[in-house]
């Protein structure tokens, strides 16, 4: 008997990986490999799932968040590169407090926001799937 590769849904993968990465490491987010099962964990219960009672973290896949792949500010150098913008500019805000916010109305200010959440979207995928490929998971839609 041959085993199958665990399924994992896209939308609920994508899901955990954004309150991990939003969680400023307080949330963790698990897949079961047996049954490709996502659970969170958050210490202040603001977005935890009931977790069965035989629930070992030990045993699951901690769900890797943005840092863990590096698509924190070097995904918004990238993304400057590929489309050629004023990459000094950008240098010059992620030099100050608020930069995400200032980059992000800087990218509208000049018609490539929608870019943007293309690209980061693309890229964020793109990672997942590896991580998935990586951990025997097969993502799907």
Same mark, same amino acid.
Request: proline fraction near 4%; hydrophobic fraction near 40%.
């Given at each position: 008997?041959?085993?199958?590769?665990? $399924?994992?849904?896209?939308?609920?993968? @994508?899901?955990?990986?954004?309150?991990?990465?939003?969680?400023?490491?307080?949330?963790?987010?698990?897949?079961?490999?047996?049954?490709?099962?996502?659970?969170?964990?958050?210490?202040?219960?603001?977005?935890?799932? @009931?977790?069965?009672?035989?629930?070992?973290?030990?045993?699951?896949?901690?769900?890797?968040?943005?840092?863990?792949?590096?698509?924190? $500010?070097?995904?918004?150098?990238?993304?400057?590169?590929? $489309?050629?913008?004023?990459?000094?500019?950008?240098?010059?805000?992620?030099?100050?407090?608020?930069?995400?916010?200032?980059?992000?109305?800087?990218?509208?200010?000049?018609? @490539?926001?929608?870019?943007?959440?293309?690209?980061?979207?693309?890229?964020?995928?793109? @990672?997942?799937?590896?991580?998935?490929?990586?951990?025997?998971?097969?993502?799907?839609?």
């Amino acid at each position: 008997m041959t085993n199958s590769p665990i $399924k994992v849904s896209y939308a609920e993968l @994508e899901l955990a990986y954004g309150m991990v990465s939003a969680g400023q490491g307080d949330v963790q987010c698990f897949i079961d490999p047996l049954n490709g099962a996502i659970y969170c964990v958050d210490p202040y219960g603001d977005c935890s799932d @009931e977790l069965p009672e035989d629930f070992d973290a030990d045993a699951c896949l901690a769900i890797p968040g943005k840092y863990d792949f590096d698509l924190g $500010k070097q995904l918004v150098f990238d993304f400057v590169l590929a $489309k050629q913008l004023d990459y000094e500019h950008v240098e010059d805000m992620f030099r100050r407090k608020g930069a995400y916010s200032h980059y992000k109305a800087w990218l509208l200010d000049i018609g @490539e926001l929608d870019d943007w959440y293309a690209y980061e979207a693309q890229r964020t995928r793109a @990672e997942l799937a590896q991580w998935c490929a990586e951990n025997g998971l097969t993502l799907i839609d």
